[in-house]
């Protein structure tokens, strides 16, 4: 049996502008890397290495890559621990999921160190721990892609059920992450606790266009749903110069641009490379326009493939 | 040109538990026929007869299948009039769509006496005329279905923006109608003006596990995603004995159970015709325990056809 384990794990947009707490997707070109070893103290869980990031907790108790791994080796009664390196490559609090990317990699390095592998099912319950610790509240929208790949929406997450919606064909993601800190907790905290039922039909039938417009493959459905009337409201306000950035993206031929998870970071659908390039740089201005002078940007398609051991 | 046409539209379950006021599809064995016969009085609109049900307005500006036709006959100046005979095939607030089902067999008669015939999205806005009129409320989730056939999300009536969603294999439709008078406009009346965000959020993960199943052709996935956590609990003390005949359904074998519309007809979907026998025998019998002496059911596929001339 392997000694060391390394994984790989996606960012991820959540919420996708239509599906608060339940839809999200992974992108290509950017993730965390968690590597594993065993170590012979019984159910030990340790940190031993941080890079990529500074201010993470290194408390195992209190680390999202490593909570999930205290449980599983209890579970299991495990006759080894585990000692746990972990490599940022998600910007802490972007809302690109860097939670559950470290949280998915470090389970799923795990696994491959385990007697008897567990399935996708138990991997995403021992992830769960993680992103709950971090955004104080059990949702699977980051948590699914970053594990499955691809566009998932998460109907449960105990128990968890979930479908895999089909990508729409050269679908480009344009990522922009000005700067700004946003804590999780902080911009679930201000969202309204009520919905009005007029809201809900109007955004339950965006979400529904959405879903039905990626089975279809149908790019005219897709811009006409890819929109957060309900969200993105109360959220925008967080981040300066994102409405400007927003008509700036749909100006440069954006299907749709909504925020990332909890933000700052905002995201675009496009389907060409070069049709990316201009809507990033026309965000990016708009960005630097209204106050944040460092920001960064990814221009990627949509990884279908899964979490996976490196 | 034609002197006279005769149209035929489908009874349709609107809602269908996920999807309240966006969603709804058409069945085969129900429906209402209108005959539109060309008068000389220009723009002259008047009720011949109406058979099949007693009490609907016989003034042409209040009811449903006439006030859409005035607008039409306004709108393209028309030398000439309509003399319109309604056939109610569909039981009077049942909640199966009987007065979508009148506006749009009148628009579709009548549209076949235009010089120029209208594209569906006129017809459509013809024919919304007749179900703001019944249901004091703009909402499609019965008319589309009526004009266009099979399972249609509405996500727009002013302009009318719809998808037709592929409807599952073999999927057989039990409708029970018990006789209980509930007006639409009633049921609108006591349903909260607010959702809860965590309500709003499970409700929409129904919604799209329901669209996603519907085009995977999944029974599982819409088995368990065919439910209404948010309309029906505030509608179904409206209709005695509901939450019996529900269980009934689901213990005879229903992949999902629910009102149709503003009720007190309640659907049911299953594979097969027999399934679908002993489904509407024990919902019957539980309505009738409750106290519903008169009960009436059908067992029909869906309709993919829309509304036709006869």
């Known amino acids: 049996m392997a000694e060391l384990a390394r994984a790989f794990a996606p960012a991820t947009v959540g919420n996708v502008a239509v599906g608060f707490d339940i839809l999200g997707f ?7 890397i968690v590597s594993v070893k065993k170590i012979s103290e019984p ?68 696994n491959a160190l385990l007697p008897k592998p567990l399935d996708e099912t138990a991997l995403f319950s021992y992830a769960l721990d993680g992103e709950s610790l971090a ?29 895999q919606i089909p990508v729409p064909k050269n679908i480009i993601c344009v990522l922009v992450h000005p700067h700004i800190e946003i804590e999780t907790r902080t911009a679930r905290k201000i969202l309204k606790k009520d919905v009005s039922l007029k809201e809900h039909v109007h955004q339950s039938s965006l ?26 409201p109360q959220r925008s306000s967080l981040i300066p110069g994102f409405t400007e950035a ?29 049709s990316g390039e201009k809507i990033a740089d026309n965000m990016k201005r708009a960005f630097q326009k209204n106050g944040t002078e460092k920001v960064d940007s990814w221009i990627s398609p949509i990884r279908t493939e899964g979490a996976a051991l490196i």
Chains 1, 2 share one sequence.
């Open 135 to 163: 955004s104080g509240s059990m949702h699977g929208d980051n948590l699914a892609p970053a594990l499955l790949g691809g566009l998932v929406l998460v109907q449960s997450v105990k128990p968890f059920e979930f479908v």
């Open 43 to 110: 159910q030990n869980i340790k940190i031993e290495k941080i890079t990529g990031a500074s201010g993470i907790p290194t408390d195992p108790k209190k680390n999202t890559a490593t909570v999930g791994l205290i449980r599983l080796a209890k579970d299991f009664n495990l006759p080894f621990g585990f000692s746990v390196s972990i490599e940022k490559g998600i910007p802490l609090s972007s809302g690109m999921g860097g939670s559950a990317a470290s949280a998915v990699a470090a389970v799923v390095a795990a």
């Open 207 to 232: 979400l529904a266009g959405f879903i039905s417009g990626c089975f279809l493959n149908d790019k005219a459905v897709i811009s006409r749903s890819l929109k957060d009337h309900l969200i993105e």
């Open 246 to 274: 927003q008509s700036a993206a749909l100006n440069s031929g954006a299907f749709g641009c909504s925020i990332s998870g909890a933000g700052p970071t905002v995201f675009a659908w496009t389907d060409s490379r070069s």
């Open 26 to 32: 992974a992108v290509k070109e950017i993730g965390d």
